[in-house]
């Protein structure tokens, strides 16, 4: 199962009322789902406690679509450059984007970018990055070299681009420790197929 609901997970498994997960799932907490399926990004009292357990005993790797997931608009689209108010304005929410992806790094997991973008697109994308974190030389994550920005063949959705950052990576995450966020049921399905876990 991937994520908590309540009191049950959707593998089937019942947690209990104080946990995180249920005893048999090793997965990111029911409130980051909610949210991501909500798009009410703001992380509530005691959120971040939820990473401790049980995922740090594994290297995860969470994959970030960029368009219409960590931004409102299809922005990889738009003429640069793109002046920081409008950036701020674009961003679902920028303070949680930067506080929680600290929050993963700081505990050994990987955050990444996977996105149907080439060319300028990719150049928009490491603007926005740059909005977020500070110039690429100087942030340690999420990196431009942490972008997968291509356009693949038909139905294959960002599979072939969490291939490429598995790959990266080395042995460091399995693929079942991989969970990608994308705004398009599609991928997420596509990306399920594969062993991979998708919201």
């Not at 399926?37 to 049980?54: D, E, H, V």
């Not at 150049?123 to 942490?146: Q, T, W």
């Not at 990266?168 to 693929?175: F, I, L, M, R, Y």
Request: aromatic content about 10%; proline content about 5%.
């Amino acid at each position: 199962g991937l994520y908590c609901v309540l009191h049950s997970c959707q593998c089937g498994q019942y947690k209990r009322s104080k946990s995180n997960s249920c005893d048999a799932c090793t997965s990111p907490s029911n409130e980051i789902s909610n949210q991501a399926l909500t798009g009410n990004m703001s992380p509530s009292k005691g959120f971040f406690s939820n990473f401790r357990n049980p995922l740090h005993k594994n290297k995860w790797m969470f994959v970030w679509d960029f368009d219409q997931t960590l931004t409102i608009s299809h922005a990889s689209d738009r003429p640069l450059p793109i002046p920081d108010e409008q950036i701020h304005a674009d961003l679902v929410d920028v303070e949680f984007f930067r506080a929680l992806t600290a929050h993963l790094h700081n505990q050994g997991h990987f955050i990444k970018l996977a996105s149907f973008a080439s060319g300028k697109g990719k150049d928009v994308i490491a603007a926005y990055l740059r909005y977020c974190f500070g110039p690429n030389e100087s942030r340690p994550y999420l990196k431009d070299e942490g972008i997968a920005a291509y356009y693949p063949g038909e139905g294959v959705g960002k599979n072939g681009h969490i291939e490429r950052l598995l790959q990266a990576a080395g042995s460091k995450v399995q693929p079942k420790h991989v969970v990608l966020f994308d705004d398009r049921d599609d991928n997420v399905q596509i990306a399920r197929s594969a062993g991979y876990q998708a919201v």
